[in-house]
């Protein structure tokens, strides 16, 4: 390569891996997505380390594990204070960086370093408040929530649809096509193709609100999956479900339950919706890329920040350690060939810290010192470039706080205040539905993971750890001291 390539960045929010054609989903249409899998380099074990917003996207900006990014769960109003970003990185590298969508940072103007930015969160609940300072609301920070005002009146609001933002309830979205999250977002990214300094190259990322809920895609796109009750796969179960002492209540924002098949089937319709929805959009940049003779000098990157449970298992959402939460797809393309790899399936283990040093040696042939991540470049032109023997993954989640050690075969689980363990055979049992943890056949592998989960957290300052055994906790923390202190000072 001799000029520095144009590196896009399509991040989208809450999307399972098996959940686009490319990753074998049976009735899902994903056609560009599928192109791009099929022309590029598709990563088919990518994992998020910590499976929600904020702590995924922390790793992804920083090219740091956890315990270095001190966010161990979800939790908003931590100031985001890092010496080094990604998009920082890429601008002393001589880059015009633009983010467009979803930052998910605090403050929420906050610009961890790129040149500008047109913002939308979606409905974040933090920025939510009426009780927040004037200028930190969120009708002074998501500038689609204002483009849409413009369009729609002053009194027309994200909330209109009548669906919550951790809803499993789905319904057609209600405005123009165009005027939705998902459309502005492309709009406003080939807006910039237009606006551009022609003279440098550019670091674009476009992150998308969806399918993250609510489910609301265009009523062409819900309609699409109509008949899914008689196509889609049923929601499949382990053996091993949580039992409580008390049923869950009724909750339309649920994170456990065993909801009717009719309401499943509802929400899965708004979810694959949203996923043809985006992937006609993208199809839709693709073409103004060509139109700009931008894909002759360009490198796309697409991934998803976390999955969603779906109701598999009878649950919902993400913070989870099973795969519906953390694996997560993960595709490189590269249309003029600039990387002249060998296209195809990697299946090594990969994670969203290595996002920041394969960008930046693909884009300048250069090593990142200083971050736990790893640059996938070699793996490219070597498929079978080892990267890790294993993934530590965790979440703060009350009681259901977690932690996990992932191989391409295993995964050992380790509920802290439940005080339960957990083992999947993911090779013969990808759907996690036979718990092998009381196995004796397995016990030296089931030893040998948990042995890899007390290094990793022997000197964390929760004492996850005491003379070399892990110890049951009465809570655990969401950030790690390090950052609140910061915060403080």
Request: hydrophobic share 35%.
């Amino acid at each position: 390569m001799k000029d520095k390539p144009n590196i896009i960045l399509m991040m989208v929010d809450q999307l399972r891996f098996d959940s686009i054609a490319a990753n074998g989903h049976p009735i899902v249409s994903s056609p560009n997505l599928d192109m791009m899998a099929a022309q590029g380099y598709n990563f088919k074990n990518a994992f998020t380390a910590v499976p929600s917003c904020i702590p995924s996207r922390a790793a992804l900006m920083t090219g740091l594990s956890q315990k270095n990014h001190g966010r161990v769960g979800y939790e908003d109003g931590v100031d985001w204070a890092y010496d080094r970003t990604l998009a920082g990185t890429f601008s002393s590298l001589g880059y015009q960086t633009e983010c467009i969508g979803k930052m998910h940072v605090y403050p929420e103007r906050n610009r961890l370093g790129f040149d500008h930015v047109m913002l939308h969160d979606g409905y974040l609940h933090e920025a939510r408040k009426y009780r927040k300072p004037y200028r930190s609301q969120f009708e002074n920070v998501d500038d689609y929530l204002m483009w849409f005002k413009r369009k729609k009146g002053v009194d027309a609001d994200l909330m209109d649809i009548g669906l919550h933002c951790n809803s499993w309830v789905a319904r057609p979205w209600m405005y123009e096509e165009e005027l939705h999250p998902t459309n502005w977002i492309v709009s406003e990214s080939i807006d910039f193709l237009k606006r551009r300094d022609p003279t440098v190259p550019f670091f674009l990322n476009m992150s998308f609100a969806r399918p993250h809920s609510p489910l609301d895609p265009p009523e062409y796109y819900y309609n699409m999956y109509k008949d899914i009750s008689e196509d889609a796969p049923e929601v499949n179960t382990g053996d091993w479900i949580f039992e409580e002492k008390e049923a869950p209540l009724f909750s339309t924002t649920a994170l456990k339950g065993n909801y009717s098949k009719q309401d499943m089937d509802r929400m899965r319709r708004g979810y694959y919706g949203s996923i043809t929805h985006i992937d006609h959009q993208i199809g839709r940049f693709l073409i103004a890329l060509e139109e700009h003779d931008l894909n002759k000098n360009t490198v796309i990157l697409f991934l998803s920040d976390h999955g969603d449970q779906l109701g598999e298992h009878h649950l919902f959402r993400k913070s989870y350690p099973y795969q519906g939460s953390t694996h997560i797809p993960f595709i490189l393309y590269d249309p003029a060939d600039l990387l002249e790899g060998k296209v195809g399936t990697i299946d090594e283990l990969v994670e969203l810290k290595d996002v920041f040093p394969t960008l930046v040696d693909i884009a300048a042939d250069e090593k990142v010192d200083g971050v736990d991540g790893i640059s996938l470049k070699e793996n490219l032109k070597r498929h079978h470039t080892v990267t890790r023997d294993y993934i530590h993954g965790e979440h703060s989640f009350k009681k259901d706080s977690n932690q996990f050690i992932l191989t391409k075969e295993w995964k050992y689980i380790w509920y802290p205040v439940r005080g339960t363990e957990q083992l999947f055979h993911l090779s013969l049992d990808p759907k996690e539905e036979i718990d092998e943890s009381n196995n004796p056949k397995h016990n030296e592998i089931k030893r040998q993971l948990k042995n890899h989960l007390i290094d990793e957290l022997r000197d964390r300052e929760e004492s996850f750890v005491v003379n070399d055994e892990l110890v049951q906790l009465e809570r655990t923390k969401s950030t790690l001291s390090f950052l609140n202190k910061e915060q403080e000072t």
